[in-house]
């Protein structure tokens, strides 16, 4: 008896993981029906302000980028197609105080799956996010917001 659970169990399992591989298992709704979302940040460092937009793309590597006063980088990569996200990672580095130094390190890394927040306000999807550097602890603030464009 024992047997035959376990045997069925598998093969369930077995049988959804092949429908999802090959993709004739239906997935959750990744977010609302929209023609072009894009990521709105805004950042702050000292006394300044910047904005940053990012909209889905295939290529992480050609994620915006923002850097404040050679001692901190905000990168932002929304991965996707313009009808659907798959994910947000956001990435702040720390800038060594000379070009000497050690290349940038990662002080702060966070990843957003779908369902997003569709507000358009910021900081809507995220917060806001107070990242501190490890050296004389300089404090750079972001928040973001996914917004529907349409295009």
């Not at 390190?105 to 799956?113: A, D, E, L, S, T």
């Amino acid at each position: 008896m024992i047997y035959r659970l376990a045997f069925g169990w598998i093969f369930t399992a077995t049988l959804a993981a092949a429908a999802y591989l090959i993709g004739t298992m239906p997935v959750a709704a990744a977010e609302p029906d929209t023609d072009s979302p894009e990521l709105v940040c805004q950042v702050r460092y000292a006394s300044e302000t910047r904005l940053l937009h990012q909209s889905a793309t295939t290529d992480p590597y050609s994620a915006a980028t923002v850097d404040f006063d050679n001692r901190f980088r905000f990168r932002a990569v929304v991965l996707g197609s313009s009808g659907r996200i798959g994910h947000i990672t956001l990435t702040v580095f720390e800038l060594a105080e000379s070009t000497k130094e050690a290349p940038p390190v990662i002080i702060h890394q966070v990843r957003y799956q779908a369902p997003f927040n569709m507000n358009n306000e910021i900081p809507a999807l995220t917060g806001w996010n107070h990242v501190y550097a490890n050296y004389r602890g300089r404090e750079l603030r972001y928040g973001c917001a996914l917004k529907a464009v349409q295009s």
